[in-house]
């Protein structure tokens, strides 16, 4: 052999030769969330099966890296210096529902919105409000996600995990989850790998036209042609996120390409060449508006994931068209 051979990162040999689901090295992360931003993670999994999560596990502790488990990437911001460890994300392996009555077993990578169209054909009623929630099943159990009135909590009985700590499956009953608004205490190595629900029986043809309704209402209210994470911050007691920010004229501030929607105040939309850097000051900017303007913290729904500045004082930020009234948010 003549020349110089590439160094293979021994985090991937190890990974490549034990998962069969696929390994990529230095991989980009922003096509894998909704706000289409961040950088590269060294390398990123999708497993198929629990042994490739048991393969994660080990590398992991082997080569002394952390793991982040991606779902959709509806509710993440990652940073554009990236992800130093494993990335892991839920293939196909993951997948499927099993309808049994009013029992319903998911996997942890299947969809929100089909999941909620599955369910409503099976004659199944209460989870209509999670046709507009783009995320997994596990991302959805790990934020309590909720929309018009319903929640996770509402609907599950347990949840099966894989502890990326210790390479160990366990079932978790709901109770013993922390579900609140989203928010959950699972540990941060658990991996929500499958989920059992309890749906009430129902009409099929009156839940389609629920669901039909919510997507109609999101259309029209929310900036869903552009790139956004959804909520960027959870609702203070007794008030809405949209609302405060566009009272303190947050609508149409702008951080490089990271826009406060103008069509919902508490969205962030991403214009091409925007950075997550540009959306973590963005953020940054609405909190200290609404702070100065009503006096209260709002708390991020939206996860950051990998390294960000910590907060600065930013200055006065551009004005936008704070004298618009709030429409009332149903979730
Ligand atoms: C247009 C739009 C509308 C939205 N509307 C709503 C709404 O009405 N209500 C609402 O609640 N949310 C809403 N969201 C936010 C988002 O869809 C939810 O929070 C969703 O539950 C996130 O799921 P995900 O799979 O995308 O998770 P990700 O964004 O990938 O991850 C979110 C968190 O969950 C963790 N995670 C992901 N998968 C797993 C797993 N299998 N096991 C353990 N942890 C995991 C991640 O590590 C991260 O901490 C919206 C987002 C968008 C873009």
């Known amino acids: 052999m003549t020349g110089a051979h590439r160094t293979v990162d021994p985090l991937v040999a190890e990974l490549s030769a034990a998962c069969g689901g696929q390994v990529i090295a230095d991989a980009s992360l922003a096509g894998l969330t909704t706000l289409r931003v961040g950088g590269r993670a060294r390398v990123l999994v999708t497993a198929e099966t629990d042994a490739d999560l048991v393969a994660v596990s080990r590398a992991g502790r082997d080569h002394g890296v952390g ?13 554009d210096a990236g992800w130093p460890g ?63 009135g ?31 608004y989203r928010h959950s205490e699972l540990p941060d190595d658990a991996v929500v790998v499958a989920a059992t629900l309890e749906l009430r029986p129902g009409d099929a043809a009156e839940v389609r036209e629920q669901i039909a309704g919510i997507r109609a209402w999101r259309r029209a209210h929310q900036p869903l042609n552009e790139p956004n994470c959804g909520s960027v911050f959870t609702n203070p007691p007794g008030d809405s996120a949209g609302r405060l920010i ?34 973590h000051r963005l953020i940054e900017q609405v909190r200290a508006r609404v702070r100065a303007a009503a006096g209260i913290e709002l708390v991020a729904e939206v996860t950051l994931l990998g390294g960000f500045e910590p907060p600065q004082d930013t200055g006065p930020a551009g004005v936008g068209d704070g004298a618009r009234p709030a429409g009332a948010d149903p979730w």
């Open 67 to 79: 793991w982040a488990v991606i779902g959709r990437g509806s509710n993440l911001l990652i940073s």
């Open 86 to 148: 494993i990335a892991v994300t839920l293939g196909r392996g993951f997948r499927g529902v099993t309808v049994d009555g009013g029992r319903v077993q998911v996997g942890a990578a299947e969809p929100l919105p089909s999941l909620a169209v599955t369910v409503a054909d099976a004659g199944l009623s209460g989870f209509a409000w999670a046709c507009a929630v783009p995320g997994t099943l596990g991302g959805a159990v790990r934020m309590n996600a909720g929309a018009h």
């Open 150 to 180: 319903g929640e996770m909590v509402d609907h599950l009985v347990e949840v099966e995990v894989v502890r990326l700590a210790t390479a160990t499956r366990e079932s978790w009953p709901v109770g013993a989850l922390g579900l609140t």
């Open 246 to 279: 566009d009272a303190a004229g947050g609508k149409g501030l702008r951080v490089g390409n990271a826009e406060v929607s103008q069509r919902h105040a508490n969205f962030i939309v991403t214009r091409p060449g925007a950075t997550a850097t540009d959306v």
